[in-house]
């Protein structure tokens, strides 16, 4: 195969203009994107508390997990949700 090129450089001169040609027309169809949307990896906790108000799993569920969760390297943002069934999300 080789052989066939030595004998032959205009066609492999312009087999490689193809090539490159055909490169520089695709790259300009590929969609290309400054900010991807990707989503972070996301960490949910839930719990219960049977028999609380949204208040009481607040003050004593909420708060202490909050604190501990606060300190993690990396962590973009956090919400969370306590409810009058006694449960508790924190995303």
Not at 14 to 36: D, E, H, M
Not at 59 to 83: F, K, R
Request: aromatic share 8%; proline share 8%; hydrophobic share 45%.
């Amino acid at each position: 195969m080789s052989r066939f090129f030595i004998h032959r450089p205009i066609f492999a001169s312009v087999i490689s203009l193809v090539i490159v040609i055909a490169g520089l027309v695709s790259q300009s169809s590929l969609p290309i994107a400054k900010f991807p949307e990707i989503s972070p990896p996301t960490v949910q906790v839930t719990c219960f508390y049977p028999g609380a108000n949204a208040e009481v799993v607040a003050d004593t569920v909420a708060a202490p997990i909050e604190q501990e969760v606060n300190g993690v390297e990396d962590m973009i943002y956090m919400s969370s949700s306590s409810s009058d069934d006694g449960s508790y999300t924190l995303t």
